[in-house]
């Protein structure tokens, strides 16, 4: 997908970074927004996928779009969309051995890589944060209500086999 001044700008800059080869992951609760739980959260959380000694690529990559930066992990696009990149992810592993695990999702026509609820789940009970405690009942709310539905079926599925 071009980038062009119709596209939002978070749009344009996954489309950046997948131009520049930067290996990338959308997280946190934008990532659980993609995956039907409906929480209201004011910035975008990128996990990058980077050595620390290349962060500097993501930083052109923002300023070429004409962000503007308010840290190496801050940063706000041109319609003021806050994003804060992340390059760890507390209580899970390194980018490498999460990314196999990532759901891949339709963004805006654009498939991207994005955290499972239950590796956000997982990271959002290992940092604990106060604000994360209602993320954390919601996710696993939704979890659960997948869980049962997916048991729900497999017997009909297994009916309608046997026939």
């Known amino acids: 997908m071009a980038t062009d001044a ?15 080869g930067i290996p990338f992951m959308l997280a946190g609760m934008s990532a659980a ?28 990559v923002c300023r070429r779009l004409g962000a503007t930066l308010r840290s190496p992990n801050k940063v706000y696009l041109s319609d003021d969309t806050p994003v804060d990149f992340i390059h760890e992810v507390t209580g899970l592993p390194a980018f490498d ?18 955290l499972p609820l239950e590796r956000i789940c997982k990271s959002k009970q290992a940092v604990g944060r106060d604000k994360d405690k209602l993320h954390i009942l919601l996710i696993k709310q939704a979890l659960k209500c997948r869980r049962a539905a997916t048991t729900r079926r497999a017997p009909f599925k297994q009916r309608v086999r046997s026939r």
Request: hydrophobic residues 40%.
């Open 6 to 20: 119709e596209s939002s700008s978070v749009v344009q800059l996954l489309d950046a970074l997948k131009q520049e």
């Open 33 to 60: 927004n993609l995956q039907g739980i409906m929480v209201s959260t004011i910035d975008v959380d990128i996990w990058i996928g980077l050595p620390s000694r290349q962060y500097i690529r993501v930083t052109n």
């Open 97 to 114: 051995k999460e990314l196999p695990k990532a759901k891949w999702l339709s963004f805006h026509g654009q498939r991207i890589p994005v």
